[in-house]
């Protein structure tokens, strides 16, 4: 077996978990996927190992995705949804379809990095470490970051009643 499919077969399924918790769209997330694994095998002789090789294939994906949204434009309008109790805890919340999608509102309104933050934890189930070396920041950096984003779409909700 050769170090790409090497790497292919380790990665791939926490790229595609990766993409799906910053696009949140499975078919999207597995195109980009692609488009990140082919990009990898064109650039992998150059890759210096100085970060470690899911960080490298996570920015790569995030930055196809960047990419994409550039050359995007919106399709549809967005139906008219319920707002969730903001009493719930917001993992809680997640689990409704009706409530996730008032969230993923609130969320794609909320600054960098705390959409992205709170996006890979959720909807990625990335751990805080990981979390911090997809930003070049610590473990605690991401858990603080985290809560604060939780705390921001909780106000946002309780506003929104």
Wanted: glycine letters at 4%; one cysteine or more.
């Amino acid at each position: 077996m050769t170090e790409f499919e090497t790497i292919y077969r380790t990665y791939f399924r926490e790229v595609e978990l990766y993409l799906r918790a910053i696009c949140h769209d499975a078919h999207l997330a597995e195109e980009l996927t692609e488009q990140v694994f082919f990009q990898a095998l064109k650039a992998l002789p150059e890759f210096r190992g100085d970060c470690d090789i899911r960080t490298w294939l996570c920015a790569m994906g995030r930055n196809c995705y960047l990419t994409h949204l550039r050359k995007a434009r919106p399709s549809a309008p967005i139906d008219e949804l319920q707002i969730p109790d903001p009493k719930q805890a917001v993992e809680e919340q997640v689990a409704d379809r009706e409530q996730a999608m008032a969230i993923h509102r609130v969320l794609h309104d909320l600054p960098e990095p705390y959409k992205e933050v709170f996006s890979l934890r959720i909807f990625g189930q990335l751990s805080f470490g990981d979390i911090g070396s997809l930003f070049g920041r610590t473990a605690n950096w991401a858990c603080v970051t985290y809560h604060r984003a939780r705390q921001k779409i909780q106000d946002e909700m309780e506003e929104d009643l």
